[in-house]
């Protein structure tokens, strides 16, 4: 399935990635403090994508999920973790959970994680407010030592064993577009397609593929238990993009409830939690 994290950053590929805080539009202040809602309610609703491991996980578990009960708590308040599946792009996504609603009926929520915090895509929302990176994703690559040696070198040097090797990707991800472009297009046979990290991570396993590009974090996940696979970095200059902050968005008028959210994150990663959240999956944090 075609998930918004993909498509992103497939189309991201080619654009420079900003980190600039916050993100947003100037917009009228709302006159209903959003703020004030929340803590009258008790409750912080909080949006993370279903099935997306190590991010999020069945009955409300997952990185994501436990940063956004953090982040509650830091509030005072309890957490509404409300799963979602992802529409065709980022864009889709934010206006399901962010600003107006999904048309099935789904509220937006207060706060939804896992947003990219990119100037290209907060120029493309100005209905929202991208803020809080909580975590830099990177590009990594698991392979199968007997099969495939540590790469070294430009992306020329290092990827040629795979026009002679398979390696696996998941589809319309920016690994994908990468592998099918690189050296000219002399890897594209090689290049196999599957639906999920973990999929392709599986296949690498058993001996179907000799290594998989894609996001350190849901290759970590993917490879626990699995100590005969190695897990590298992945950095070629050929890879424009080779990571990107995590962290959230709500609606654009609600600059009260992003300056208390703002506030609760920078506490938890200056103390070290958000970093423990991270450990206690099995993942590598890195501060964004």
């Known amino acids: 399935m075609k998930t918004d994290r993909r498509s992103f950053l497939h189309a991201l590929a080619a654009l420079p990635l900003v980190a600039a805080l916050p993100l947003v539009a100037a917009l009228p202040a709302k006159a209903a403090d959003a703020l004030e809602t929340v803590r009258q309610r008790g ?77 290209v895509l907060a120029r493309a929302n100005d209905k929202v407010r991208i803020f809080g990176a909580y975590h830099r994703e990177t590009i990594a690559l698991a392979r199968n030592p007997e099969r495939v040696p540590a790469l070294s070198g430009s992306a020329a040097v290092a990827l040629e064993i795979f026009t002679r090797e398979k390696i696996g990707v998941e589809t319309a991800s920016l690994a994908d577009s990468f592998l099918l472009g690189v050296l000219n297009g002399r890897l594209r046979e090689n290049v196999v397609h599957f639906t999920t990290v973990a999929e392709a991570t599986a296949a690498l396993a058993d001996g179907r593929v000799s290594a998989v590009l894609a996001p350190r974090a849901e290759l970590e996940a993917a490879l626990r238990g699995r100590d005969s696979l190695v897990l590298d970095s992945a950095k070629f200059a050929e890879l424009k993009v080779d990571s990107w902050p995590l962290g959230m968005a709500c609606k654009a008028e609600e600059q009260a409830l992003a300056e208390a959210v703002a506030s609760a994150v920078a506490e938890l990663k200056r103390d070290g939690s958000i970093a423990a959240i991270f450990r206690q999956h099995g993942i590598t944090y890195q501060a964004a």
């Open 43 to 119: 409750s912080l609703r909080i949006a993370v994508y279903n099935d997306f491991p190590p991010y999020s996980l069945k009955g409300g578990k997952g990185i994501d999920a436990d940063i956004g009960r953090a982040i509650a708590r830091r509030l005072g308040l309890t957490a509404e973790i409300v799963g979602f599946n992802a529409d065709e792009d980022m864009n889709d996504d934010l206006r399901n959970m962010v600003w107006k609603g999904h048309y099935l009926g789904t509220q937006p929520a207060d706060v939804m994680l896992h947003v990219p915090v990119d100037e």
